[in-house]
């Protein structure tokens, strides 16, 4: 099978390279990313850039490849980033899978759409796919036109919407656990929302159902989440805990103060995972034995940016 995979270096598809790579798979795999930059082959396999993914020469890239499946991971996924720059968000987020979607529709491709709970209002998660979407941010916007586009333009797309991910070992991506432990090895204090909820996905589970996707190319709408559902604050308290920090260094607050001034959050978010379970067996990885994983990737390596908890 012939996979084109826009948004080389995200998170995402680090973690299914390795699992590709991990499977011996013979699927052929075009990586496109939107910069030079390190690195420039992941798990073996080559990075390709167009330059800002601009349209015509993405649409070129993919119409001389003839791929079976393209899987979408690009994205702006700073919630605030978005909130402040939408044209750059709308351009990224939406754009791309414009020229994705059209292509799709020439060569009768199958289109691989990662979306978000963000599309949700976080009054009554965790979500089914059933539920009506409603977003509150600008991000959660984009991600919500982005599905709309997709379940309208392409001919065979699945829309895989998930929550937040952690646990990549990529250091040129961002990790929530990674940004929280440098800065409790410098000392620093870390705000974190308690009254934020969502079931957080470990990335390799978030790898495993796109592959899934990939393979079985159903139609529609699938959520895939963790199994634990806690707030921003509950997560990184049981992180610290598993890690043997002191705990004492984050300081809860509500989302309203936390957030004052930037882009809204969801507060009870989430999703329910059970059409994933029922079709494709997924199952996530118990939080009390990915978080442990998650952590020791991420000892080593340093902050890679700012994050907003
Ligand atoms: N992160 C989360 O917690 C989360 C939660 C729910 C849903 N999702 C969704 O899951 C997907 C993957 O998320 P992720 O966290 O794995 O992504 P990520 O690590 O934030 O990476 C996103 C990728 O998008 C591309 N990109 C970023 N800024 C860009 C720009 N200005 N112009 C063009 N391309 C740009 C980059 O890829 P290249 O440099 O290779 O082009 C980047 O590596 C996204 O659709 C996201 O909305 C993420």
């Known amino acids: 099978m012939k996979l084109l995979i826009v948004g080389a270096r995200s998170k995402t598809v680090e973690a299914v390279l390795r699992l590709l790579r ?4 013979s699927w052929e795999v075009l990586l496109l990313s939107h910069r030079w930059a390190e690195p420039m082959n992941i798990h073996g396999y080559p990075v390709h850039v167009i330059p800002a993914y601009d349209r015509q020469p993405l649409r070129n890239a993919c119409l001389s490849w003839e791929p079976e499946v393209i899987l979408n991971a690009a994205a702006l996924t700073d919630v605030d980033a978005c909130e402040q720059e939408r044209n750059l ?53 984009t991600k919500l036109a982005a599905e709309n586009l997709c379940l309208a333009a392409a001919p065979s797309v699945t829309i895989l919407r998930t929550t937040q991910i952690y646990g990549t070992p990529a250091p040129w991506a961002e990790d929530v ?25 470990f990335v390799d589970d978030l790898a495993r159902a796109l592959l899934c996707a990939a393979e079985h190319r159903e139609e ?9 559902w806690l707030s921003r604050y509950e997560f990184l308290r049981r992180a610290f805990q598993a ?9 809860p607050l509500p989302a309203e103060e936390l957030y004052r ?16 379970r ?28 700012e994050i907003t908890l």
Request: aromatic share 10%; with cysteine; charged share 20%.
């Open 243 to 251: 890690a043997g920090l002191d705990a004492s260094v984050l300081i």
């Open 22 to 25: 991990r499977r011996r798979s």
């Open 278 to 305: 029922q079709r494709w067996r997924f199952v996530p990885t118990p939080f009390e034995e990915a978080l442990p994983l998650a952590l020791y990737r991420n000892q080593a390596a340093g902050s890679s940016g």
């Open 220 to 228: 529609g709408i699938f959520h895939v989440a963790g199994d634990m």
């Open 177 to 201: 656990l990674r940004w929280a432990l440098a800065r409790v090895r410098r000392g620093e204090h870390i705000p974190a929302a308690v009254d934020v909820f969502t079931n957080p996905i």
């Open 89 to 141: 968000a709308w351009r990224v987020n939406v754009g791309i899978v414009e020229v994705l979607a059209g292509v799709c529709r020439i060569l009768g491709s199958h289109l691989l759409q990662l979306s978000s709970d963000y599309v949700f209002d976080g009054n009554a998660g965790p979500y089914p796919e059933t539920a009506r979407p409603s977003p509150l941010n600008y991000y959660g916007r």
């Open 261 to 276: 001034g930037r882009a809204p959050r969801p507060l009870r978010s989430g999703l329910c995972c059970e059409r994933a």
